[in-house]
């Protein structure tokens, strides 16, 4: 099982766009942060497989300015 937090910066006018993207990822967990500009994403995915697809989906957002890991225990 893996788990990983990101911070997420969006493209400048896709915030909600992106944040709906994100939510359509199984595994994935979105949270907005307070002032908005960036979101936090955790990742929690069973088997390596399903862990890389969700990498391979992420890399296919292009609302996604910026994917910073902050954390992975894979």
């Known amino acids: 099982m893996a788990i990983c937090s990101y911070i997420v910066y969006p493209q400048p006018g896709s915030r ?6 994100l939510t359509g ?5 979105v949270m907005p942060a307070e002032n908005n500009d960036v ?12 862990e890389t697809a ?5 890399k296919q957002i292009p609302e996604i300015q910026c994917l910073a890991l902050t954390f992975g225990d894979i």
Do not use: F
């Open 25 to 29: 990822i199984a595994g994935c967990d």
């Open 54 to 58: 969700v990498q391979q989906a992420l």
């Open 16 to 21: 909600d766009a992106l944040r709906s993207k």
């Open 39 to 50: 979101m936090i994403l955790v990742t929690d995915t069973n088997s390596d497989s399903h």
